[in-house]
């Protein structure tokens, strides 16, 4: 046995064992597990074992969930629902409250039982994980007591399908169940298959509380499971996972009316500044990439260092890798346990395998790995080209690249470089630098000089393929609730016949007119040189232009060199906003005018002229009041929630109002600083090409609105699939709705797909819009000693 003196030089740590002789008495006592539906288990059915990852041995058996699992727990939720959510929000809170004092006091068990089930050390759920599933329900215990106060006339959306994953087991329970059950919904939550013991014995506590039945139901099981799950008769999915089966949910889920939140994968950016703590950076990586073995979707796992700073940083960082420990998972003093399944193991081995043979060069630690379990030794690869297989996809273990910049403008077109937009971490000694790269970073989460920090009262979310929607805080409560239902307005309908014959049959007398499409700044015909006559009554108005597939492209590049527009200050955007509800008010008698000829009667007309006159005064005072906040989450840190722009937004105008709907949904894009290629009513573009003419007097920058006339679901199919079309805005039918969703998978594009709305009266104007032209970028900067 080494003397004290021995450990004081060699600074060896001795072997520190948690205890699981409670959990195992616990999983002995209860042998297989049914699933927990209406407030009870369910006799076990067909079982599959979850095993230790760490010795490769079985824990317990757990059901396989059917469709008629899925099917009793949903009704089981829909039952409780109507009395759940008609309980004050005081008496939620009383129950959410309790269940975080619960899981208190099981913290330990539930950090052991952790370990067992998924690999990670004890270090990290007894510290990281378990405390933060209390603080998340003890966060929405207090939202469900001001629901009504914050909220006002939002209601819940109702039964709520949960799909989590194996990485953060009760974590992600809680960031899903906690606002659910905040917002008066009851929720359907199935764990995944290799880690559903925490998810029972969560159930276990919800039962001993005595919480009402059927509020919180899990069935466990396989993908399988998950699948009937989505296609199961409830109102929300929620998901986190991979891209890949995100894209299924999307599609599977498309025109089904469900509420859809998709937390997938990511490739994130660790960005390393010539003048970072390069000690403090180095504890970063440890902190990102071998935080939970590499199993997390935020994980930086693309180091981008200063070309300045790359040989030092590297040589620090394989001296702190060899230093790692990697074992025992239930041994306090180890910092490193095992992969999650062999499945995940020989994909990890796979995907390195793969980067080697492509260039890259590994740097690995050498630890001496136990001789059983899914152990695999941390590391690093270098000299990663843009084509090798590891450059853009996810390994998901712990590995990260490294890659050397030589400016902070080569760091962020670097970091962008993805189809991902997770998270980032930035590292550097000028807080201006790192604004300013957390600005320009594409990523839903940005840690200045920190990694992997998270909080119940921040966002937490991804940009493009890494999914939408939020979890957590404010913006996370609002994807649980929903707004008034509006009412459908039926839809007019244009008929599109492009022979020279029709377009000359029936025109209205005088000088030709043929209203051209208006594509950055400029009045521009169709590619296709084809037009289509707009009739009325019979009566031919005149003609418009046949967009076609082409046009949207040149539509998309003309709005990708108005980028500056959001880079704009919210100010400026307003007084051009201002400038042309100015300019349309000068103009009120000729659009009013021609409104009128499209068969609408003069009072009509002139209202709706006077209601796009106040949609453009109301989204201009909006421009510069739209704010971020600022959150109370961990000690010394400000955590800034911003309203961020998508980019270029695609918008499919409803036919009911021809001007009033294109400005609805133009104005609030523009004035959170998108760009827009937007479709104007089929059946009368008119309105909507005039406008033309008052966007090039109001100083609205070339390419911010782009107006492409033509055939609307057609249109609307081309923007889904664009993939630099980062959201899309649809008014219409629902097979349209359907369509539009359904034609989005390609880049996951956010798309609000909403009924032809009355859109004279309250629903036509709002934040709502506002929220919905923006996603939330959340950004902690530590500050302090």
Not at 270 to 282: E, G, H, K, R, S
Request: glycine share 10%; net charge negative; proline share 6%.
């Amino acid at each position: 046995m080494p003397s004290v003196k021995d450990i004081l030089m060699s600074m060896d740590y001795g072997p520190a064992p948690e205890s699981a002789a409670e959990v195992g008495k616990w999983l002995a006592a209860r042998g297989a597990f049914g699933h927990f539906i209406g407030g009870a288990f369910t006799a076990p059915g067909e079982t599959f074992a979850t095993t230790n990852p760490a010795t490769g041995e079985d824990l317990a058996l757990v059901t396989q969930g059917t469709e008629a699992d899925i099917a009793a727990a949903v009704a089981a939720a829909r039952k409780a629902q109507p009395g759940w959510a008609a309980l004050p929000g005081h008496e939620r809170a009383k129950w959410l409250y309790a269940i975080a004092r619960h899981v208190q006091k099981r913290e330990r068990f539930l950090a052991v039982l952790e370990v067992l089930d998924n690999g990670k050390p004890i270090r990290e759920t007894r510290d990281i994980d378990i405390p933060l599933v209390a603080r998340h329900f003890y966060h929405h215990a207090g939202w469900a007591e001001l629901l009504a106060e914050e909220f006002p006339g939002a209601a819940p959306l109702g039964v709520c399908g949960q799909i989590i994953p194996w990485n953060f087991p009760l974590l992600m329970l809680a960031w899903k169940i906690a606002p659910a059950l905040a917002a008066g919904n009851t929720v359907v939550l199935k764990p995944a298959e290799y880690t559903p013991l925490t998810a029972l014995a969560f159930a276990e506590i919800c039962a001993e509380i005595g919480l009402p039945a059927g509020v919180v139901n899990i069935v466990t099981g396989d993908g399988e499971t998950g699948a009937a799950l989505v296609a199961a008769d409830v109102d929300k999915i929620a998901f986190t996972g991979s891209t890949e089966v995100g894209r299924a949910i999307r599609k599977a889920t498309a025109g089904t009316g469900k509420s859809l939140t998709l937390e997938l994968g990511g490739k994130s950016p660790f960005i390393v500044c010539a003048d970072a703590d390069l000690d403090a950076a180095v504890e970063g990586v440890v902190d990102s990439i071998w935080f939970n073995q590499g199993q997390v979707c935020c994980a930086g796992s693309r180091i981008l260092v200063a070309e300045a700073v790359e040989a030092s940083f590297t040589r620090h960082l394989t001296d702190r890798l060899a230093k790692l420990r990697v074992g025992d998972p239930l041994d306090k003093s180890v910092d490193m346990g095992a992969l999650v399944h062999p499945v995940q193991l020989a994909r990890v081995q796979e995907m390195v395998a793969a980067g080697t043979a492509a260039g890259a060069r590994l740097v690995q630690a050498e630890c001496a790995l136990p001789g059983k379990g899914c152990f695999y030794a941390p590391g690093f690869l270098t000299g990663v080209n843009p084509a090798n297989p590891v450059a853009d996809a996810e390994i998901f273990g712990p590995v990260a690249t490294v890659t050397s910049f030589r400016t902070p403008d080569e760091a962020v077109e670097l970091a962008n470089a993805t189809r991902y937009g997770l998270a980032a971490s930035v590292w550097t000694e000028n807080v201006n630098l790192a604004m300013d790269l957390a600005a320009k970073v594409k990523a839903g989460v940005v840690w200045v000089n920190s990694a992997n920090i998270f909080d119940a009262g921040a966002a937490f979310g991804g940009m493009r393929e890494s999914g939408f929607g939020r979890e957590g805080g404010r913006a996370g409560l609002r994807d649980y609730l929903r707004s008034p239902e509006p009412e459908e307005v039926p839809e007019a309908t244009a008929a599109f016949d492009t022979s020279p014959m029709a377009e000359a049959v029936g025109q209205a007398s005088g000088i030709d007119r043929t209203a051209k499409m208006y594509v950055g700044g400029k009045q521009a015909r169709p590619d296709s040189g084809q037009s289509y006559a707009v009739t009325q009554g019979g009566r031919v108005l005149g003609l418009a232009g046949l967009g076609s597939r082409k046009d949207i492209r040149n539509a998309v590049e003309a709005a990708a060199k108005a980028g500056g527009w959001g880079r704009a200050t919210a100010h400026n955007r307003a007084q051009v906003l201002y400038y042309l509800g100015e300019n349309l008010s000068a103009r009120a008698a000729e659009f009013a005018a021609r409104l009128v000829e499209g068969g609408h009667f003069p009072d009509a007309a002139a209202l709706e002229v006077d209601l796009s006159i106040r949609r453009a005064f109301y989204y201009a005072a909006q421009a510069d009041k739209f704010d971020g906040a600022v959150t109370a989450t961990r000690t010394a840190h400000v955590t800034l929630q911003m309203p961020e722009p998508f980019g270029i937004m695609g918008i499919v105008c409803p036919d009911a109002a021809p001007l009033l709907g294109f400005v609805s949904l133009v104005l609030p894009a523009i004035a959170m600083g998108n760009r827009v290629v937007a479709v104007p009513a089929a059946s009368r573009p008119f309105s909507a090409t005039d406008l033309s003419q008052v966007l090039d007097c109001s100083d609205v920058p070339d390419g911010v609105v782009n107006i492409v006339t033509g055939p609307k679901e057609e249109l609307a199919a081309v923007l889904a699939r664009h993939d630099e079309v980062a959201a899309l805005w649809y008014a219409g039918g629902a097979e349209g709705r359907a369509m539009v969703e359904a034609e989005s998978t390609g880049n996951l594009k956010p798309v609000w797909a909403t009924a032809n709305l009355d859109w004279t009266g309250p629903q036509g104007q709002g934040r709502t819009f506002l929220q919905r032209a923006t996603q939330v970028k959340t950004i902690w900067v530590p500050y302090g000693e």
